[in-house]
């Protein structure tokens, strides 16, 4: 048995293991939520590493507020960096493999292709900044460990760019999206399953890794195909960002490149709109 602790207890990714969780054998899954474990509590998580057997580290726990990340960047960085480097330590004191999940966010996106791991880092906002630190705390204190990074999450669950398109067009006839930035969507679901695969497979091939979906897109072709597959018909408007003024900078293009994670490690990554598809009709 391969016991698994999973932080971020009620966010998107982690309601997504929860729900893939069921597909895998032998493994003994733990979740946890800030109130039963506050990473950025160095003594609190060291007396919940010790009191527990533990193999893997699933860190989802994350400030991910990005534009309320501009005025908090104390409250950022204690969450995103001063409480990665805790579970970094807890996981080098009692010999836990960490998966850390992080962001497109790290980049600049000024690149016009997938960036891909050796890329230099360059965040243009406090919450990019906060989620590189913590890859850096990462990197200082441990030499098993999974960095993935991901970009423009969505699920059934929590909040997402997905449902919020879904509940506007419950209420408006007409909804403007953002057509000049460039990314992959990425279904929570299909990044669960290559995190439970990695502590099923046992892998020692560690490092940095990219996962998205496949394909590149704009959010607002995104909101199209979404409405497209959910049968509602809603009069989308195209605006440019400079139109759409938001507190934190994004990254204008943000795809990953996902050759390293399917080279080294054998993942196969659906098409975006495949997964999309997916959840939609589900649902």
């Not at 893939?20 to 590493?49: A, P, R, W």
């Not at 309320?68 to 960085?77: G, R, S, T």
Request: hydrophobic residues 40%; proline residues 2%.
């Amino acid at each position: 048995m391969i016991n698994v602790l999973v932080t971020g207890g009620n966010g998107q990714l982690t309601s997504c293991i929860k729900d893939v969780e069921k597909k895998f054998d032998g493994l003994n899954v733990m979740y946890t939520d800030s109130q039963e474990l506050d990473i950025c509590d160095l003594n609190q998580v060291q007396s919940f590493f010790k009191s527990h057997d533990i193999d893997y580290c699933v860190n989802c726990a994350a400030y991910t507020a990005v534009d309320k990340a501009e005025d908090e960047q104390e409250l950022a960085f204690k969450v995103n960096a001063k409480g990665v480097k805790n579970l970094a330590l807890a996981c080098k004191e009692y010999h836990v493999v960490l998966i850390h999940i992080s962001t497109d966010f790290v980049f600049d996106g000024i690149k016009r292709e997938p960036y891909t791991e050796g890329d230099q880092p360059n965040p243009i906002s406090v919450y990019g900044a906060s989620k590189l630190q913590g890859e850096i705390e990462i990197q200082n204190i441990l030499e098993k460990y999974f960095i993935i990074r991901t970009s423009w999450l969505y699920s059934e669950h929590g909040n997402n760019f997905m449902k919020t398109m879904l509940c506007l067009a419950e209420t408006r006839d007409a909804i403007s999206v953002v057509a000049d930035q460039i990314g992959t969507p990425t279904y929570a679901g299909d990044l669960a399953k290559v995190i439970l695969d990695i502590v099923k497979n046992k892998t020692n091939e560690f490092g940095v890794y990219h996962y998205s979906n496949e394909g590149e897109i704009s959010w607002f072709d995104f909101a199209k195909e979404i409405f497209k597959i959910a049968n509602l018909n809603i009069e989308l408007i195209p605006i440019d960002s400079s139109k759409y003024i938001t507190k934190a900078k994004r990254p204008t293009y943000s795809v990953l490149s996902k050759e390293k994670i399917k080279n080294k490690l054998g993942v196969e990554v659906p098409h975006w709109s495949f997964s999309l598809k997916k959840v939609l009709i589900k649902e």
